[in-house]
């Protein structure tokens, strides 16, 4: 168990449509990234949050968009939804020296199907 | 455009035995080096981490660096069943803080 809660766990959605997926950082960690996992390929980097400011984008459309809260809590927005947005998508967070270096802990994930 | 490379497997072997993982990277500038394990249906989970050349031991797990070759790797001894999960490479190329970028994973399976 790593403390990183994802909600929710599963969820389908139609093309077209939005979603909004939620994160519970590790207490003490104030740092989030948001990673997308296709089916049979390693996490993708999306963004990173850092005290309530995106910190760090990979090569993801914007309307990938997300959040951070004050009590580093965070959201990841999709809109227009694609079938090719079906994944698992990963929340991982990290302490200060943590996010500079790398070493992420991840939570279980929220699994979107996109029909 | 910076890559990780994994053999993505199966790579069997018999329990007790020296399991062997293997991943090339793209970026000599490279700064940090990770290997996940993740199980199947499941969130990846850190292992090891190595940031300079040479060997670095945790228990049953040795990540070996070698930045001039561009290649690290994970040696798992007496492994046992319960180490049949998916290994993730992962590099942090000194981008985006945090941003680490994965190969797509070796399947390891421990046979009995």
């Known amino acids: 168990e790593t403390g990183v809660t994802q909600s929710p766990t599963h969820l389908i959605k139609t093309r077209g449509q939005q979603v909004t997926l939620r994160c519970s950082s590790q207490?003490?960690?104030?740092?989030v990234s948001w990673y997308q996992q296709a089916l049979g390929q390693g996490p993708q980097f999306i963004f990173q949050?850092?005290?309530?400011?995106?910190?760090g984008r990979g090569n993801f459309p914007p309307r990938f968009s997300g959040l951070q809260f004050p009590n580093y809590s965070s959201e990841l927005n999709v809109n227009a939804l694609e079938l090719d947005d079906s994944a698992l998508y990963l929340c991982a967070s990290s302490s200060d020296a943590g996010a500079n270096t790398g070493e992420l802990f991840f939570g279980e994930g929220s699994r979107l199907t996109v029909l | 455009q910076k890559e990780v490379e994994q053999n993505s497997g199966p790579l069997s072997v018999p329990e007790g035995a020296i399991a062997s993982l293997n991943c090339t990277y793209s970026d000599r500038g490279s700064q940090s080096f990770f290997w996940y394990r993740q199980y199947s249906g499941k969130s990846p989970e850190l292992i090891m981490f190595i940031y300079s050349n040479g060997d670095k031991e945790d228990g049953r797990f040795t990540a070996q660096l070698n930045k001039a070759s561009q290649y690290v790797s994970l040696l798992i001894r007496d492994s046992q069943p319960s180490d049949s999960a998916t290994y993730l490479c992962?590099?942090?190329?000194?981008?985006?803080?945090?941003?680490?970028?994965f190969g797509k994973g070796t399947k390891l399976s421990v046979k009995p």
């Open positions: 992962a590099v942090n190329f000194g981008g985006s803080q945090g941003n680490l970028i």
């Open positions: 207490s003490g960690h104030n740092t």
């Open positions: 949050y850092y005290r309530e400011e995106e910190n």
